[in-house]
């Protein structure tokens, strides 16, 4: 699951206690959640990126989930009326390259052109994301693609109507340099509309949060 979305100012400070200490922990306690990771906008907008990973996408339409979703918390509550401009997508991973989590990302999304999807998919996992983890300064290269349209829940109806994820690339490293080259002068969302992606939208985030299920089974 892949969410970027803006937060009021005045409520970042409390949003970030509320999300590391309440929400991610109640969310990798839902069975089939694996780990949870929070990043923030280095410049440029949404400012948070949250990627949830999980067993199946399933997972994502389980009785356990949605009885949080419908269920939230006075805290949860409060919160979700400071959310601004949610994309919220349940996702596939087409092909992914490298192993672990760099500390920075750079995430670009778009939408594949109509006809376009089978040649932009190719592109990308056989020429493009499995060279560049062996680049120094990368770690992992992943391809997203939206596949099911999450459902209505109490929560989304607090913060009014998330808009949907299409494609996503997820690059992660340890060098800001290279991915800040990456996203801007070899221009990556240049290459990908020359190569039938439309609305593209690249923001370099830093970590900043991540637990994962064992930690709380611990």
Known sequence: MLLSFDVVPDAVAEHDDWHTHEHLPERL???GFLRGTRWVAARRHPRYLVIYEVEQLATLSSDAYLQRLNNPSAWTTRMMSHYRDMTRGFCSVTCSAGLG???????VRFKPAQGEEPSL?????????????ERPG??????????????MTNEQRIRGPDAAVDWAVV????SRELLTE????ENLEKHLTERGAIGTLGVLYQLECSLSAREIDA
């Open 29 to 31: 306690s839902i069975p």
């Open 182 to 185: 990456l996203a801007q002068h």
């Open 171 to 174: 690059l992660t490293g340890y």
């Open 101 to 107: 989590v760099g500390g920075i990302c750079l995430l």
């Open 138 to 151: 990368l770690v992992s290269a992943h391809l997203l693609e939206g596949a099911v349209t999450p459902p």
């Open 121 to 133: 998919r190719k592109w990308l996992c056989g020429d493009v994301l499995p060279v560049l983890p």
